[in-house]
């Protein structure tokens, strides 16, 4: 029988905040399974760039919502929110808490206050937009609504093409068709936001980033592009694998690559952080190399379980 008397947890924040490590030991002490909220750990073999779980991770605890879908198919929040549910049931019927865990906030959002009102695409004028040189398409949204324009991720020629889809669908902002979706709510119990000091943050991304090159980044960016990642306009923007493909175009060299994909995904980071203080009630904890059983505590104290027992460093 499904036991929803164990209310979900909801962790977000910025890539490189701790987010897995702490989901984890989160998940052995209250009984959980985790549900990735990452738009691109659902695709099969987006693995080293995406930092998803080690296979010990993931025996150690049941992970949902990765590798559903291949380089061939297209993923979107409404899949996601269909599948989360799933999952919820799966997990309760199981006596087992859901864990949401990731840096996806769409995902998030889209799962707690259901879809936005924007319409749906329309095959001729995307065709339009995506012929369209990129500086143009900035310069309209830029002029067309100003507030989408300051918090886009405008290196995603995806999101930039499809806002202007809905402003040039509607005749109207696209950020004001957000807005109500974007209501402001107290946080709940079990919303939590984890970050770092920002210097703490940054070395954390740049050792990440240096190890997944170690790992093999480039090889499987090349294996991915042999099963069909450049016709993916969605997994092609994920970030990391989309400068290694320039750099094997011969874009630019390694370590420029390297350089550049730390820069990105700093300025990501950033963006996150952003997104999830404006756009969600979070009850924020930071944690510190310097003190990490504080942060710890405080948040196993808040979920009311067991003194917290630090995992390995």
């Known amino acids: 029988m499904e036991n929803d008397s164990l209310p979900p947890i909801f962790l977000a924040g910025p890539t490189a905040a701790g987010k897995s490590a702490l989901a984890l030991e989160l998940s052995e002490r209250l009984g959980g399974e985790i549900i990735s909220v990452d738009s691109m750990q659902v695709y099969q073999g987006l693995d080293i760039g995406t930092a998803k779980p080690s296979p010990d991770d993931r025996r150690r605890v049941r992970h949902h919502l990765m590798d559903v879908v291949t380089l061939r198919e297209s993923f979107d ?114 919303m939590i936001g984890l970050t770092r000091p920002m210097g703490e943050l940054a070395q954390r991304i740049h050792l990440r980033v240096d190890e997944m090159f170690r790992r093999g980044l480039v090889a499987e960016t090349e294996s991915l592009l042999a099963q069909g990642l450049a016709g993916n306009p969605t997994a092609m923007q994920a970030l990391g694998y989309r400068q290694v493909v320039e750099h094997l175009r011969g874009q630019r060299g390694l370590a420029e690559t390297i350089e550049l994909i730390k820069i990105r995904t700093r300025q990501f980071a950033k963006r996150q952080l952003t997104w999830f203080r404006r756009q969600m009630n979070l009850e924020w904890f930071t944690l510190s190399a310097t003190s990490p059983a504080l942060g710890w505590a405080e948040i196993l104290e808040r979920l009311k379980a067991d003194p917290p027992k630090l995992p390995p460093s």
């Not at 859901?98 to 924007?118: D, Q, R, S, V």
């Not at 300051?150 to 109207?172: C, K, W």
């Open 77 to 190: 929040a409404a899949q996601f929110v269909r599948l989360a549910g799933l999952a919820v049931q799966d997990i309760r019927r199981r006596g087992r808490r859901p864990i949401f865990c990731g840096g996806t906030g769409l995902y998030f959002k889209a799962y707690l206050e259901g879809l936005g009102p924007a319409p749906p695409g329309d095959a001729k004028l995307r065709a339009e937009l995506e012929a369209t040189p990129m500086p143009r398409l900035l310069e309209e949204l830029e002029q067309r609504d100003p507030a989408a324009f300051q918090v886009m991720d405008r290196q995603n020629p995806r999101r930039v093409i499809r806002a202007l889809e809905v402003i040039r669908l509607t005749g109207r902002p696209f950020s004001a068709q957000r807005a109500a979706w974007f209501a402001v709510r107290q946080p709940a119990a079990g």
